[in-house]
Structures are given as structure tokens and as C-alpha cells.
């Protein structure tokens, strides 16, 4: 295609909103066993519970989305395979983005208990949080093949544009996950290891159910007598090489979010389940955004494979439209009913009066991150892994100096002060390098 090929406005918005939307409910596969987790045992009134849940939360979510570029990198891959119309590398995607989640599935097997040992104390919490962050931590990453598992099946069907498949799979696991964690956690008094223990279950059954359908789709999927090959090596290489540097940016990202756990566990109990409560909604605030960093991922994808640079353009700009539109929304509704929030979220008056002082900040959070998040999904899309990395890096760096100066000074304010100067650097340095992008499809 050549630049005059460009969809009209309006057209371009409605697939924005076409991906965006169901891609807005799909994407709370991530935070919704989380959020679910936090809300049915902060409603034990039980903040020692509440404080086991943010540190073995956190480190199961590090550990687990350490592993994201499998779902980031495969949706990228597929919408520029889908873009140029060739079947046989959707297929081959799959298959290669399968098998490394299975052979890294079982290496956080192997690892998890010694990684329990050697992680947890360095929250600093107390014994009685830490003991029972472990024992999350255990029982949560059992599936572990089996989440990573629905990182590949999902990122493969973003990039077909697949978004009711996507979504159904999600409504799935999340459905399964605030049943089985109800009946854990309240009828079977279970507790904290029965919301790792219905979290899990429900991510296995999800990745068994998803297979069958990848299996279906397959069959529709136009392929010639010579298929790409899982062992490609040029095309493998490829593929590691910028999950690779996708992992190293991630990783960065869920350094950043356990390292401000832990400095708030630093301050007390109280101040950490504070903190966990405003977190768990930060994480819903990121998985609405990104669900228009999606959009603009596939139809960037979509638009590099097809070579069409004005397409590029308004996918980019479009996705920023919106986002700013939901963000602002969000914004307002936190302002005016954040209070009433944060109470569904814990039951013990203590922990909602800690958070409140806070609050601002995830008011502010909508506005100063929907930047940052689009452009990762600019880049993801162009599968421009390397620029992800390196300003992953050089605002994770930015925000551990601030912190310095900044929490000594002003407290946990500090802290939230930290994470804004994160999204906030993250943004400005993928902004200075997406001309590269442009330039890239003008050869």
C-alpha cells in the first residue's frame, strides 16, 4: 500500500474503538485475580491478610509479568503477519511464542520456592505478613505454564483482531476466578491461600479452553504447502531478540512497582495496605489505558506490515484521542467518588483513613500515564523492542534517584511523587524516538 491509502477518519476511529473496547475488558485478566484477591480478604477486616496479599501479589505479578513480551511480542508479530496476509507466520508465531511459554513455565516451577526465600524478606514487612505473602506466592505460581499460556493466546489473538474470542476467554477466567475465590475464601475459610489456590485454577482451565480455540481458528487460517517453521532460525532469532529486549523493559516496569511496595512496607503495616488498596486501582486505571495502547499496537502492526504510513499516523493519533477522553473520565469519577472506592476495598477504617491522604495522586494517574502507555503500544506494535528497553531503563533510573530525595522528605507523598516522575519519563523518551518509526517505513 502507499501512503494514499490511507482510512478515512472516521473509519480509523471505530477500529480503534472495535479493538480498544473489548480489549479494555480482556486486559483485566491481569489485574481483576488481583483486585478480586485484595477485595474478598481486605473484607476479612484482617490488614495482616491485606498486607500478605501486596507482597505475595506483587512478587507473583514481578515474577509472572516478567514474562509479558510473550503476549506483547506475539501480538506484534501476528498484526504485521496479518497485515501483509501471510498465513503461515500467524501460525508459526503461535507456535513459536507456545513453546517458549511452556519451557519458561516450567523454569519458574523450578525456581519459585527458592525465589519465595530469598524475595519476601526483602519487603521488610513483618513476619506475620511475610509468612503469609510466601504461601501466596507458592500456591499462585503452580500455574505458572498455564498463565503464560494465556499471555500467548491472547497477544496472538489481539493481533488477528480476534477481540470476541479474546474477550470471551477473559470474561472466563475472570468469571471462574470471583467464584472459585468466593467459595475458597469465605465458605471454605481458606484465606489467603484459597485466593492463590482459586486464581490458579481458574488460569489453567482458561489456558486448556483457549488452545481448543487457537486450535479452531487455525483451521480458517489460508496457509500454504510450505508453513513457517517453528525452528526458523532467522525468523526464531528474530522473535527472541526483541521478546528479549520486551522482557528487559518489563521486567524494569515490575521492578519499579515492587521496589515502591517495599518502600511502602517500610513505613508500617498500615501504610502498606494503603498502598495496596490505591495500587490495585492504579493497575485497574492501567488495564482501561491499555486497552487503547492495544488498539494502537494492532493497527500500528497492522499498518507496518501493510506499509501504509498516513494508517500508521492515525492509528496513533486516534488511540491518543480517546485515551485522553477515558482518562479525563476517570480522573473526574476519582475525584469526585475515589473516597467510596477505596471503601470497597477494605473493611478496617484504619486502612481507608491512611489511604486517603493519597487519593490525588490516583486522581492525577489517568492524565499523566495515558502517554506513556499509548506509546509502548506504539512501539510494541513496530516491534521496536530496543527503544522500549532503553527508555524503560532510563526512567526506571529516574524514578529510584527521586525516591531519595523525595520520600525523606515527604513521606509516602514521596513515593507517589516517584511513580509520576516514572510514567512521566517513560512518555518523553519513546516521544523523542517514534520519528524513527516514520522514517523506518519511508524505505
Known sequence: MTDTASPSPRLTHSRILAVAIPAILANFSAVLPNLVDTALVGQTGDAIALGGISVGASLATFVLWAFAFLRLGTAGFTAQAFGAEDGDEIKATLNRALALAWIFGFVVLLVMVPLAFVTVPLFGASEAVSDLAARYFHYRLFSAPFDLTNYVILGWLLGLQRMGRALALQLLLNGLNVILCYLLVFQFHLGVDGAAIATAIAQTVTAVVGLVVARRLLRIVPLSDTAGSLVDLDKLFVLVSVN????????????????????????????????????????????????????????????????????????????????????????????????????FFSSDPGVIIQALPYLPWLVATPVVALWCYILDGVFIGATRGREMRNGMVIAALGAIVAQYFLIPAYGNHGLWASLMLFFVLRALTLYLWYPRILRALAH
Not at 252 to 275: E, H, K, P, S, W
Not at 301 to 319: E, K, N, Y
Open 244 to 343: 528479549f529486549d520486551i522482557f528487559l523493559r518489563t521486567l524494569a516496569v515490575m521492578f519499579i512497582m515492587v521496589y515502591f511496595v517495599g518502600l511502602g512496607a517500610r513505613m508500617g503495616d498500615a501504610t502498606l495496605a494503603a498502598n495496596q488498596v490505591l495500587f490495585v486501582l492504579m493497575a485497574m486505571i492501567a488495564q482501561i489505558l491499555d486497552g487503547f495502547a492495544q488498539s494502537a499496537e494492532t493497527l500500528t502492526g497492522q499498518a507496518i506490515g501493510a506499509r501504509d504510513r498516513r494508517q500508521l499516523r492515525g492509528a496513533v493519533w486516534g488511540a491518543f484521542f480517546w485515551a485522553f477522553i477515558i482518562a479525563a473520565a476517570l480522573s473526574a469519577v476519582l475525584y469526585q467518588y475515589g473516597a467510596i472506592v477505596v471503601g
